[in-house]
């Protein structure tokens, strides 16, 4: 197994929680992508994508569509991207995605929850070299012949493709400036994408024992519930 398939399998955080703060997020994820390509699925693959996962994440479709009419109105706030970059207890680092319309009270949260946790609010950039950002999707496997798909990909961007024996799909890591390419590969060959999304993989893991983790995992599920952030990263093993 590589080691990014290896990380999906390892993480300890609980990424989506509720099934309500998943819809949230993904609503969010809707407003950003309509607000910078449209409300057309068809000419917005970002949009698309997130259709893609919301149906993952059995979201209804007419919450989908209340999203996608309620971001294209003009009395929509649109949400920023901003991503905080911290240290947890250990020496664990953390790399917090947020989708925010107050980047003021964004920040203060953070940097309570981490003060309060035994964390610490870093500069912008300072654990760049120690995560890869990739391009990420899921499909069937069953009928697809692994190498050749891999060798299909390489010229677009892929990285590597993974089985998944638990949901029987294929997980495939490309280059972040990759996403729009390999989802058109997909669709134009007509393989179902089951999700679609960027991840940012550690490149090195840190080993801590069991009460370390326990700590460590407290900060996380607090940063998590923060409403404005949509995924917490770590180097955690």
Same mark, same amino acid.
């Given at each position: 197994?590589?080691?990014? +398939?290896?990380?999906?399998? @390892?993480?300890?955080?609980?990424?989506?929680?509720?099934?309500?703060?998943?819809?949230?997020?993904?609503?969010?994820?809707?407003?950003?992508?309509?607000?910078?390509? =449209?409300?057309?699925?068809?000419?917005?693959?970002?949009?698309?994508?997130? &259709?893609?996962?919301?149906?993952?994440?059995?979201?209804?479709?007419?919450?989908?569509?209340?999203? &996608?009419?309620?971001?294209?109105?003009?009395?929509? #706030?649109?949400?920023?991207?901003?991503?905080?970059?911290?240290?947890?207890?250990?020496?664990?680092?953390?790399?917090?995605?947020?989708?925010?319309?107050?980047?003021?009270?964004?920040? @203060?949260?953070?940097?309570?929850?981490?003060?309060?946790?035994? =964390?610490?609010?870093?500069?912008?950039?300072?654990?760049?070299?120690? +995560?890869?950002?990739?391009?990420?999707?899921?499909?069937?496997?069953?009928?697809?012949?692994?190498?050749?798909?891999?060798?299909?990909?390489?010229?677009? =961007?892929?990285?590597?493709? #993974? +089985?998944?024996?638990?949901?029987?799909?294929?997980?495939?890591?490309?280059?972040?400036?990759?996403?729009?390419?390999?989802?058109?590969?997909?669709?134009?060959?007509?393989?179902?994408?089951?999700?679609?999304?960027?991840?940012?993989?550690? !490149?090195?893991?840190?080993?801590?024992?069991?009460?370390?983790?326990?700590?460590?995992?407290?900060?996380?599920?607090?940063?998590?519930?923060?409403?404005?952030?949509?995924?917490?990263?770590? !180097?955690?093993?």
């Amino acid at each position: 197994m590589g080691r990014a +398939f290896e990380y999906r399998k @390892a993480r300890k955080m609980k990424r989506w929680g509720q099934m309500a703060k998943t819809f949230t997020r993904i609503g969010k994820d809707i407003v950003m992508a309509v607000k910078s390509g =449209g409300p057309d699925p068809d000419s917005n693959g970002r949009l698309r994508a997130i &259709i893609q996962n919301a149906k993952a994440a059995n979201m209804p479709k007419d919450n989908v569509d209340r999203a &996608i009419k309620k971001a294209s109105s003009k009395d929509q #706030e649109d949400y920023k991207e901003i991503v905080y970059e911290a240290y947890a207890p250990h020496g664990i680092a953390l790399v917090i995605e947020t989708a925010t319309d107050n980047h003021n009270r964004t920040v @203060a949260n953070v940097r309570s929850y981490l003060n309060k946790l035994g =964390g610490s609010l870093g500069t912008q950039g300072m654990l760049d070299f120690m +995560f890869d950002r990739k391009s990420v999707f899921r499909i069937p496997a069953e009928g697809i012949d692994q190498e050749e798909l891999e060798l299909e990909l390489i010229d677009i =961007g892929g990285d590597e493709i #993974e +089985f998944d024996d638990e949901t029987e799909q294929f997980v495939i890591y490309g280059e972040f400036t990759a996403f729009g390419a390999i989802q058109k590969f997909l669709e134009e060959k007509g393989y179902e994408i089951k999700q679609a999304e960027f991840e940012r993989i550690p !490149n090195d893991y840190k080993e801590l024992t069991d009460e370390e983790v326990a700590d460590v995992e407290k900060l996380i599920e607090r940063i998590e519930e923060d409403d404005d952030v949509q995924t917490v990263y770590h !180097n955690m093993k």
